[in-house]
């Protein structure tokens, strides 16, 4: 079983290719990503000698359509896991065109390639499946207790969350039209391990563990909801071995936090790993705000905790800290990312 993966060499790529290998000892995946500066291949140096086989990489963009192509006519394709995406909200907003050119023309290039390849006689393979990998961004923001629920009406305020939303309409279109095997998962924020230090998290860690001052939007008050890369992970999953054809699924964590209170949250636990007292509230400085920042999301995930059996694993507390444990190990590997961007 051949799974093709984009974007394997992001952020949640990375972690979902050694969850499945970890978890199926006999499939395989096939990896792609044009390795940006937010991807690197080598983030799977840690796979074990025989497991190294059963992770293929091919570097190429998805918005190339004659590389897709390619893809389809050499390999016996049995799902695919679509995670390749822009997907920092700043840079959307400092130019939207590669966001257009990969999020949405790479996605209608991957779903447009499968049937042309795979569609044989109006009819798909039993068991071929698409898992486009959204995000709760593309609802909006709330301005109630309420949580996005899968019938909450999209309105993307940004360019980015534009352009998931506008893929996230081609398969459906191509599910109507076509009778496409696709599915939609829409996830909260994540955080883990090998998250590009560009993202609020990583960004505070690695700031706070220079004595650097730290960048607060506005007010800081802005409420996201926190999703263990591992549990989405799972999420993920459990939607392409269980998930019904044409479905979306809200993934969410059920841990609502504040970007000012997750801050101090997480300047206490470096605090009180490394002993360092210079790491503390002094680091915080508030800038203006974002352009279009959108005040508040929280996914409802009852449909994919009701249908599907699936549940959040990880404490909120205890995957912060498994995670800033990681990068205070793996302080050069944050180094070398930044080094990458500039």
Known sequence: MVLLVTGI???????????????????????VDKLTYS??????????????????????????????????????????????????????????????????????????????????????????RFVQISTDEVYGSLHSEKRFTEDTPLHPNNPYSASKASADLFVQAYCNTYHFPG????????????????????????????HQPIPIYGDGKQIRDWLYVNDHCSAIDCILEKGTVGEIYNIGGNNEWSNIDLVNLILSIIREITHDSKVNTDLIRHVNDR?????????????????????????????LRLTIDWYIQNQDWMKSRNARQK
Not at 295 to 314: E, G, M, S, V
């Open 39 to 128: 991807g690197d291949i080598n983030n799977f140096n840690r796979l074990k000698p025989d497991k190294k086989c059963r992770l293929r990489f091919l570097k190429g963009d998805i918005a190339d359509k004659t590389f897709i192509d390619s893809i389809f006519r050499e390999n016996d394709i049995h799902s695919i896991i679509n995670f390749a995406a822009e997907s920092h909200v700043d840079r959307s907003i400092q130019g939207a065109q590669i966001f257009i050119k990969s999020n949405i023309l790479g996605t209608f290039n991957l779903i447009d390639c499968a049937k042309q390849n795979l569609l044989k006689h109006d009819k798909w393979p039993d068991k071929f």
């Open 183 to 210: 599915l939609i998962s829409r996830c909260s924020n994540n955080y883990g391990p090998y998250q590009y230090p560009e993202k609020l998290i990583p960004v505070v860690i690695q700031k706070a563990l220079d």
């Open 291 to 319: 352009p279009g920042h959108d005040r508040r999301y929280a996914i409802d995930a009852t449909k994919i905790k009701t249908q599907l059996k699936w549940q959040p694993t990880t404490r909120f507390e205890e995957g």
């Open 9 to 31: 060499a992001g952020f949640i790529g990375t972690n979902f290719g050694y969850y499945y290998l970890n978890k199926y000892d006999n499939r395989e995946i096939l990896g």
